[in-house]
Structure formats: structure tokens, C-alpha cells
């Protein structure tokens, strides 16, 4: 069984950062890419950002870029989200997503086949 273990979600004020991390453990699993979504209440899910766990290339939304940095470590099997200079509209659950096919910095949700449950990022004007 695969875990993706999201972790460092929390409430903080606007102006503020947060960090995420994204923890996968249980049955080995070649992942080519890591990803970053968040649902906001009322909207649907959307697309935050990804990483080439091989190459460590990364692209990101229009809406975070500049403001938020995706990483990994691969000897840990662990993403990250640097979050930095938050807004209330960042307001959200963030979810981790492994990629097990390889596919150039997948943006959609439906190229990413492993989940985490989610954690809670909240942020205060």
C-alpha cells in the first residue's frame, strides 16, 4: 500500500509562511513526479505546483508563483512547499499527489495516481 503523508499545514496570518512536507512510505514506488494541489471551500480542486523528482525541474500556478517554492528529497522520499507571503485566498486543503508515468511536469489531476488525505492551510487577513 502507498501512503503520501501530507504534514505543517496550519493557521497563520497573512504575510506570513507556512512549509509543507509530503511523506510517502509503505510499498516502494518510482515516482516521476510529485505535485501540489489545494481546494478551497465551495471551488474545486486546483492545480499549485510540481516537481521532476529525477531532474528537479518544477513548474508552478500563475497565482503562487514567486511566492511559493516546491523542493524534494529523494533520500527521504519527501516534498516540500516553501508557502511564503500568504494571503487569505491561499486559504485551503493542500494535498500531495505522486505521479508514477512519466510525463513532463504534470499540471491535471488525473496524471497523478497516489494521494494524500490533505492538511489544512489557513490564512488570516
Known amino acids: 500500500q502507498v501512503q503520501l503523508v501530507e504534514s505543517g499545514g496550519g493557521l497563520v496570518q497573512a504575510g506570513g509562511s507556512l512549509r509543507l512536507s509530503c511523506a510517502h512510505s509503505g510499498r516502494p514506488l518510482i515516482m516521476y513526479a510529485m505535485g501540489w494541489f489545494r481546494q478551497a471551500p465551495g471551488k474545486e480542486r486546483e492545480f499549485v505546483s510540481t516537481?521532476?523528482?529525477?531532474?528537479?525541474?518544477?513548474d508552478y500556478a500563475d497565482s503562487v508563483k514567486g511566492r511559493f517554492t516546491i523542493s524534494r528529497d529523494s533520500a527521504k522520499n519527501t516534498v516540500y512547499l516553501q508557502m511564503n507571503s500568504l494571503k487569505p485566498e491561499d486559504t485551503a486543503v493542500y494535498y500531495c499527489a505522486a505521479g508514477v508515468h512519466r510525463r513532463t511536469l504534470p499540471k491535471f489531476q488525473h496524471e497523478y495516481e497516489h494521494w494524500g488525505r490533505g492538511t489544512q492551510v489557513t490564512v488570516s487577513s
Open positions: 516537481i521532476s523528482v529525477s531532474e528537479g525541474s518544477s
